[in-house]
């Protein structure tokens, strides 16, 4: 499920804003939907998940590249370069996909990195019956803080990102294209 085509607003005073966020919404159905809130703060950017579904939030697949495929993950894409055209259709240096879930009782999280500036080798190509999506970059990241807990009809987290790891600086007031789900 992605949350699209909603204005979500990243309020400043860390992850105690949390609280007093407004959150984006999707429902799939009656146990499938969530929301998120986020927040940032000089050094982070938080964001709140409140999930309804069936299943935990755990990946079993060892290959970090895959790991979208054997379970639940958060889904956060973000766009941090505010130079690069925001009504482009292909991907810019600065876009960054992370998922992150729990492994064998451990956060992990991997950022995808459609495009990096200066790369010049060879893309990592990951095919899906719906095509093919190539990377110049994807790696396993243990900087990404994770606490999650079950509720009564599925799970709360709280990722926690540096914003080195994106490359971003948020600045009060301006726009930024992201796109979050699980």
Do not use: C, H
């Not at 766009?79 to 451990?106: E, F, I, Y």
């Not at 992990?108 to 019956?129: C, M, N, Q």
């Amino acid at each position: 499920l992605r949350a699209k085509s909603q204005r979500l607003d990243i309020v400043r005073g860390g992850k105690a804003a949390l609280a007093n966020a407004k959150g984006v919404s999707k429902t799939a159905d009656s146990s499938r939907a969530f929301t998120v809130r986020a927040s940032y703060d000089a050094e982070n950017l938080y964001l709140a998940y409140d999930v309804t579904t069936p299943f935990d939030l755990t990946s079993e697949i060892p290959d970090p590249k895959l790991l979208f495929k054997g379970g639940n993950v958060l889904d956060i894409q973000l766009a941090a370069d505010p130079a690069a055209d925001p009504k482009r259709k292909t991907p810019a240096p600065g876009d960054a996909r992370l998922l992150v879930t729990m492994q064998k009782g451990k956060p992990a999280a991997v950022v995808y990195r459609p495009k990096v500036k200066g790369f010049a080798g060879e893309p990592i190509i990951l095919t899906s019956p719906t095509g093919k999506e190539p990377f110049d970059a994807i790696e396993q990241t243990d900087k990404v803080g994770l606490e999650s807990r079950k509720t009564p009809t599925g799970f709360s987290a709280t990722v926690t990102i540096p914003l080195a790891l994106l490359g971003w600086s948020p600045k009060p007031g301006a726009e930024v294209r992201m796109d979050v789900g699980y």
